[in-house]
């Protein structure tokens, strides 16, 4: 039998199988024209289908995060600042400690106002030049800091490093994985994306109780919550600086930590 893909589609309206004279001719026609009829309604009610699944995920998704918030309860010794980064009072936080160590997940603006298919923005991103903006340097004389980067802001993320001061040393590989341990991979333009990188830069002087060859520089970790890290980066922070004074900015409260200021204004 023609496939369908090979061939018009075949309705009553474009011939009349009355017409054609050889029976074993007109027979195969007809079961053709039941069977791509049959295959239309299948197609009509799997796109019903997929309408319906996907409102009935959107309604548990949305009921999930209600009862997390519900259920949330901050770690007992974190210290979190719900504000602004770009208003904050940064001065009076630097005037009462120095940190040992800043992670920054920035809000990098993407290459494009329409995300990949899939991609799922769940805050306001920022241009460069606010990035550029935060002061830094104030809140950190000695250390290091950690910065998340995605694919088109490795340049633009080593230009902040040079421009606040610090000196690229290393930086970490987080291979996102499944509840399963299989490889979690997401959209991307060229390639899928399975992976993210955090960059990690020095600032004068080790900071006190600093430690040498710790960890690992790739994390196996499951990817769970929208932009939420993994916290075997804050372990292998805190295993790199142990009693440290940690900063996080543009921190979520689903990576709130004890002994860690988080700043932002999604917690």
Same mark, same amino acid.
């Given at each position: 039998?023609?496939?369908?893909?090979?061939?018009?589609?075949?309705?009553?309206?474009?011939?009349?199988?009355?017409?054609?004279?050889?029976?074993?001719?007109?027979?195969?026609?007809?079961?053709?024209?039941?069977?791509?009829?049959?295959?239309?309604?299948?197609?009509?009610?799997?796109?019903?289908?997929?309408?319906?699944?996907?409102?009935?995920?959107?309604?548990?998704?949305?009921?999930?995060?209600?009862?997390?918030?519900?259920?949330?309860?901050?770690?007992?010794?974190?210290?979190?600042?719900?504000?602004?980064?770009?208003?904050?009072?940064?001065?009076?936080?630097?005037?009462?400690?120095?940190?040992?160590?800043?992670?920054?997940?920035?809000?990098?603006?993407?290459?494009?106002?329409? /995300?990949?298919?899939?991609?799922?923005?769940?805050?306001?991103?920022? !241009? $460069?030049?606010?990035?550029? =903006? @935060?002061?830094?340097? #104030?809140?950190?004389?000695?250390?290091?800091?950690?910065?998340?980067?995605?694919?088109?802001?490795?340049?633009?993320?080593?230009?902040?490093?040079?421009?606040?001061?610090?000196?690229?040393?290393?930086?970490?590989?987080?291979?996102?994985?499944?509840?399963?341990?299989?490889?979690?991979?997401?959209?991307?333009?060229?390639?899928?994306?399975?992976?993210?990188?955090?960059?990690?830069?020095?600032?004068?002087?080790?900071?006190?109780?600093?430690?040498?060859?710790?960890?690992?520089?790739?994390?196996?970790?499951?990817?769970?919550?929208?932009?939420?890290? /993994?916290?075997?980066?804050?372990?292998?922070?805190?295993?790199?600086? !142990? $009693?440290?004074?940690?900063? =996080? @900015?543009?921190?979520? #409260?689903?990576?709130?930590?004890?002994?860690?200021?988080?700043?932002?204004?999604?917690?």
């Amino acid at each position: 039998m023609t496939s369908s893909s090979n061939s018009p589609n075949l309705s009553s309206d474009e011939f009349d199988v009355e017409e054609i004279p050889d029976n074993a001719l007109k027979g195969l026609l007809q079961k053709e024209l039941e069977l791509q009829l049959l295959i239309d309604a299948l197609q009509t009610e799997i796109a019903q289908l997929e309408e319906r699944i996907t409102g009935k995920d959107k309604g548990n998704h949305e009921e999930l995060d209600e009862k997390d918030l519900e259920e949330f309860e901050a770690p007992e010794w974190c210290v979190p600042i719900k504000a602004n980064v770009m208003t904050f009072d940064w001065d009076s936080l630097a005037a009462e400690t120095q940190f040992d160590v800043i992670v920054a997940d920035p809000p990098w603006q993407l290459a494009t106002h329409a /995300p990949t298919r899939g991609v799922a923005i769940a805050y306001q991103q920022l !241009p $460069d030049v606010c990035i550029e =903006e @935060i002061p830094i340097p #104030k809140l950190q004389k000695n250390g290091f800091i950690f910065i998340w980067v995605i694919n088109n802001k490795y340049a633009k993320a080593f230009q902040l490093m040079e421009r606040w001061g610090y000196t690229y040393v290393d930086d970490i590989t987080w291979v996102k994985q499944t509840v399963n341990r299989r490889m979690a991979k997401g959209h991307g333009y060229y390639l899928q994306h399975a992976k993210e990188t955090c960059l990690v830069g020095k600032k004068g002087e080790d900071p006190p109780n600093c430690r040498k060859s710790v960890g690992s520089d790739v994390i196996f970790s499951e990817r769970r919550g929208q932009s939420q890290k /993994p916290e075997e980066l804050y372990e292998l922070i805190e295993e790199l600086v !142990p $009693d440290g004074k940690y900063l =996080e @900015i543009f921190g979520r #409260k689903n990576n709130l930590r004890d002994y860690w200021v988080t700043v932002g204004n999604e917690l």
